[in-house]
């Protein structure tokens, strides 16, 4: 598309926001994607009442949930992060358990009718098509879903292959801009981490396919597997933990059964490094969370690994991840996809990874039972390894007792005595 076209049909964000009615369903684009601009442009709105935003963790600060906005803007999340948690937790906005893979269906089936999908795009190449970037996740069953479409056309934002194509004269309004992309560089490892990947790194073969999140434990567990050969990638998200290995030639996706040759995945998140590697690059397939979490799809893969993490586990191996106790955190997300997914695969490996204490040591997060309000991401028939820095226990086709009595062999030292007199009163052991 011309420059000159594109420009003669760009507007302010408030004249695209006016597009936006009282009593309408909106959907927000998150991650490094979120249409900051727009979404201020909706907060500056004084005329409006009963509009929901649907949403995924959203960057930047969560004014749309603000007290000031009561009975104009609702906050909905659908995974919460933690500018939304405060809102969530004082009931000023929504929370929906769901797992990741099935929101796209809530979008397509309208059971969550969206009027609008408000999101960035990257500029309109010659054909006219945009992409939606490096956040591609739930907005591709939105945008396909929604009655008006409302773009951030951001200059910066990198142009991503896979199912990402948006054309130009699907959406209705956009705004022109050039800012740069939400930067975000890792923690370095600490040693309870490292620990952790060492015991993670021999259960991860030459040829797997692996799923790692963000966060400390997956980039230690990135940096243990230099040695290895032809790995695959089909993940729901990474980081730039992932590029050392993918320059190494560590990462081949040779083997894999479902696109072979490309990386996988639904979004990314992480430096500007990152975001320069996945633009325009065709080694690497952005698809709809309903793809890249399809477990059917995720076990054809040869040799899955799945590494998540836990805010606790109890004695039966009953996994929370998205709550401490009643108060939300986060989201159930796609955990339970690719746990589900490495467990019935041929010569899968699902793992529950976590440091064994919170709080400096003060807690354990090996628990007798879960707290009262905790949601259980993972249920114990599909939890197979856990792994803290105290040691990797396999908990499949244990009983009761033997899982109870596995798990605490892998509890901080400190905690074992009490969890096993709490074992003894349960199980009689």
Same mark, same amino acid.
């Given at each position: ?6 420009? $003669?049909? $760009? ?18 684009? %998150? ?32 004014? !749309? ?14 995974? @919460? ?12 906005? =929504? !929370? ?31 054909? %006219? ?89 997956? =980039? ?29 030639? /560590?990462?081949?996706?040779? !083997? ?6 490309? @990386?996988?995945?639904? !979004? ?48 039966? +191996? ?6 401490? %106790?009643?108060?939300? /955190?986060?989201?159930? %997300? ?6 589900? $997914?490495?467990?019935? $695969? ?26 009262? +309000?905790?949601?259980? /991401? ?50 009689? /052991?």
């Amino acid at each position: 598309m011309q420059h000159a076209a594109l420009e $003669a049909r $760009a507007t302010s964000a408030a004249d695209a926001i006016a597009h936006i009615r009282s009593g309408m369903r909106v959907f927000v684009h %998150g991650a490094a994607a979120t249409p900051l601009p727009l979404l201020e442009a909706l907060c500056r709105r004084n005329d409006l009442e009963g509009v929901s935003l649907y949403h995924l963790h959203t960057e930047g600060p969560a004014s !749309f949930a603000e007290a000031s906005q009561a009975g104009r803007l609702r906050s909905v999340s659908l995974f @919460t992060g933690p500018a939304l948690r405060g809102a969530v937790a004082e009931g000023r906005a =929504d !929370f929906v358990p769901v797992f990741l893979s099935e929101i796209p269906r809530l979008f397509r089936s309208r059971r969550i009718p969206l009027d609008v999908a408000m999101v960035q795009l990257s500029p309109p190449d010659r054909h %006219g098509l945009c992409t939606l970037g490096p956040s591609v996740d739930t907005a591709r069953a939105a945008v396909d879903a929604a009655t008006i479409v409302i773009a951030e056309i951001n200059d910066r934002l990198p142009r991503t292959h896979g199912n990402t194509v948006v054309p130009i004269e699907r959406v209705t309004a956009f705004v022109r801009t050039s800012r740069p992309m939400p930067a975000h560089a890792a923690d370095a490892p600490g040693e309870v981490e490292r620990r952790i990947a060492d015991l993670i790194s021999p259960l991860v073969r030459d040829g797997s396919t692996l799923q790692l999140g963000i966060g400390a434990i997956p =980039d230690a567990v990135l940096a243990t597997l230099h040695d290895k050969h032809d790995l695959g990638v089909h993940t729901e998200m990474f980081s730039d933990g992932l590029l050392p290995l993918l320059a190494e030639g /560590v990462v081949t996706n040779r !083997f894999k059964s479902v696109h072979p040759g490309r @990386t996988v995945t639904s !979004f990314v998140s992480g430096t500007q490094a990152l975001y320069d590697w996945v633009d325009d690059n065709p080694l690497v397939e952005f698809h709809g969370c309903d793809r890249t979490n399809d477990v059917v799809l995720i076990r054809k893969n040869p040799r899955v690994v799945a590494i998540n993490s836990a805010i606790e586990i109890d004695l039966t +191996g009953q996994v929370c991840a998205d709550s401490i %106790g009643h108060r939300i /955190v986060s989201g159930i %997300g796609g955990q339970m996809d690719f746990m589900q $997914a490495a467990s019935s $695969a041929e010569d899968g490996v699902p793992i529950i990874a976590l440091p064994s204490t919170a709080k400096d040591g003060q807690i354990s997060r090996i628990v007798p039972a879960l707290r009262e +309000g905790a949601g259980v /991401v993972t249920t114990r028939g599909h939890v197979h390894w856990v792994v803290t820095e105290w040691g990797a226990v396999d908990l499949f086709g244990k009983s009761l007792r033997e899982r109870g009595e596995a798990l605490i062999s892998i509890a901080h030292p400190d905690m074992r005595a009490e969890l096993r007199r709490a074992l003894t009163a349960v199980r009689h /052991v």
